[in-house]
């Protein structure tokens, strides 16, 4: 059974900093691209961060460069998003997704509220 779990959300203060962590079982996940996206209330679910396969190369939408950064352990399966400096914009459902062809596998989610 595949399964991604995402923990770590929470609520935090303007300038804070949150760890994202994203367990993934059930599938070969060194093979798969892992990505972070997320969805704000009333608001359609944005990229936010990948990791390529095939290099290794981060990718980041422009919204978040600087400030997130994601990073993979294909020892343990685990895909993380370290979030610094957050801002109220980044309030949202982070998802965990992975990806390999047509496979396409997600997460739960988990929720980040950014405020004071």
């Known amino acids: 059974q595949v399964k991604l779990v995402e923990s770590g959300g929470g609520l935090v203060q303007p300038g804070g900093s949150l760890r994202l962590s994203c367990e993934g079982s059930?599938?070969?996940?060194?093979?798969?691209?892992m990505r972070w996206f997320r969805q704000a209330p009333g608001k359609e679910r944005t990229l936010v961060a990948s990791?390529?396969?095939?290099?290794?190369?981060?990718e980041y939408s422009g919204s978040v460069k600087g400030r997130f950064t994601i990073s993979r352990d294909n020892v343990n399966n685990m895909l993380y998003l370290q979030m610094n400096n957050l801002n109220v914009e980044d309030t949202a459902v982070y998802y965990c997704?992975?990806?390999?062809?047509?496979?396409?596998?997600w997460g739960q989610g988990t929720q980040v509220t950014v405020s004071s």
């Open positions: 997704n992975a990806v390999y062809g047509s496979l396409s596998y």
């Open positions: 059930g599938f070969h996940f060194s093979r798969f691209t």
């Open positions: 990791m390529l396969l095939i290099n290794g190369r981060r």
